[in-house]
Each structure stands twice: as structure tokens, then as C-alpha cells.
């Protein structure tokens, strides 16, 4: 089991821009795909973005073009760059890990994540 720690969400005007980080520890890191998934009030949970180990990437159609995931193995970090943020971006962001590693796709459904982290807030004003 891998426990996983959100940080750099807050508060942001549209327009603006935010970096989350996802702290890993308790296993190896590299070997495992990870993902930013957010939920949005009355929403269902989303995925919005994911790195496998060895760096192919997703993105949903919704943020594609404004964020950016990227990991940094030595530190055992996870990042998410959000650029051009919109009220609608405005949820809980949760980082998770994936269950299985060295996975060749990139894991795109919940189920395929086994960890996740307990949430940063991220709201955008208008």
C-alpha cells in the first residue's frame, strides 16, 4: 500500500494558475502509473489526468491544453500544472496510484487505482 499526499490546493481567480503535488511513500514509486482525478459538488469523480511509469500521458478532453502531469521519480512526487483555470475547474482533487505497475496503458478508470490521497480543495472565482 502507498499513501499519497495532496498539496497546493486554494483559491484562484479564472485566468489564474495553481500547482498540486502528490507526495508517494511506501513503495516504489517509479514502477507505478499515477493519475489526478477531481469531484465536483453533486459531480461524480472524474479523471482528469495520468503518467504511467515510464511517462505516456492522458488527458481529458476538459482540461487538455491547460494542465500538465509530470512526476519527479527522485522525490517520489507527482505534479499537476493548471494553467487558464476556470470556474468550472473548481473541485476536490485527489491523486491516486495505480494498483498494478509497469502497466503498458495508461490507467484511465477508478478501478484501476488502489491508493489514493485524502484531498486538496481548489476553487476558482469568476
Known amino acids: 500500500q502507498v499513501q499519497l499526499v495532496e498539496s497546493g490546493g486554494g483559491l484562484v481567480q479564472a485566468g489564474g494558475s495553481l500547482r498540486l503535488s502528490c507526495a508517494a511513500s511506501g513503495r516504489t514509486f517509479s514502477s507505478y502509473a499515477m493519475g489526478w482525478f477531481r469531484q465536483a459538488p453533486g459531480k461524480e469523480r472524474e479523471i482528469i489526468a495520468a503518467?504511467?511509469?515510464?511517462?505516456?500521458?492522458y488527458f481529458a478532453d476538459s482540461v487538455k491544453g491547460r494542465f500538465t502531469i509530470s512526476r519527479d521519480n527522485a522525490k517520489n512526487t507527482m505534479f499537476l500544472q493548471m494553467n487558464s483555470l476556470k470556474p468550472e475547474d473548481t473541485a476536490v482533487y485527489y491523486c491516486?496510484?495505480?494498483?498494478?505497475?509497469?502497466?503498458?496503458?495508461?490507467?484511465?478508470?477508478?478501478?484501476?487505482?488502489?491508493?489514493w490521497g485524502q484531498g486538496t480543495q481548489v476553487t476558482v472565482s469568476s
Open positions: 503518467i504511467t511509469w515510464n511517462g505516456r500521458t
Open positions: 491516486a496510484a495505480d494498483s498494478a505497475p509497469f502497466r503498458a496503458a495508461v490507467p484511465t478508470r477508478g478501478a484501476q487505482f488502489g491508493s
